[in-house]
């Protein structure tokens, strides 16, 4: 029976501490954001993924004007990939991310400058919840940032700019204008965190009384 209550009491905290991992790994992310840590950044984002979910976007943005072009074909690819090779790095997914009209507002690729990016306010998120088991999404006055759980923590795999939407990032919408306003991501980072202490200090205390009878 002790057995049982205290398997039991260790479920009720591995799901509290995975319910709100995300909002504190998110916090995490945007103070390595802040502090301009390289090495921190790096290993909250998933490169590779990141390199194709802006290619994606952007082929799909260019490809269709530009179909009639010849150059389209010759030079199209190459700039493209320019363009995703100055974001997919620590400083790009920075720059992207404080201000990403720099590539939602161009319109030919011959007309894009890279901007470095300047502190983000996320105080502007509108909603963070879970997609999925694994997944997480935040939308950030538009831009969405999909994180996925990878072995022992979360990282960063897509950024939609909204360039082109799709059914599934259109559903995502629909469910957070079903949720009620909430306070700001920062401040559920804080309340995860308080959440987490209360949590591990009741698990040792119920243990104890379980020891005890």
Request: hydrophobic share 45%.
């Amino acid at each position: 029976m002790k057995l049982i209550r205290r398997l039991a009491l260790l479920c009720v905290l591995v799901l509290l501490l995975y319910g709100v991992s995300p909002y504190f790994s998110f916090w995490r992310f945007t103070v390595a954001l802040r502090s301009g840590d390289r090495a921190a950044i790096s290993s909250r984002v998933d490169f590779p993924a990141i390199r194709t979910s802006l290619k994606k976007q952007l082929v799909a943005r260019f490809a269709q004007a530009a179909s009639g072009h010849k150059r389209w074909s010759r030079l199209g690819p190459t700039l493209i990939d320019a363009i995703v090779d100055a974001y997919a790095t620590p400083d790009g997914i920075a720059a992207i991310l404080s201000n990403p009209d720099a590539l939602r507002n161009v319109e030919t690729l011959h007309e894009f400058r890279f901007s470095a990016g300047k502190n983000v306010n996320w105080l502007k998120i509108k909603y963070a919840f879970f997609t999925g088991p694994r997944s997480f999404v935040v939308n950030r006055e538009g831009l969405k940032l999909r994180f996925r759980f990878v072995g022992l923590g979360w990282q960063l795999n897509d950024i939609d700019l909204e360039l082109g939407g799709t059914a599934s990032y259109q559903s995502e919408s629909t469910i957070a204008d079903r949720l009620p306003t909430r306070d700001r991501v920062r401040d559920h980072a804080f309340q995860a965190d308080g959440a987490l202490h209360k949590g591990l200090r009741k698990f040792a205390n119920l243990s104890f009384l379980s020891l005890q009878s």
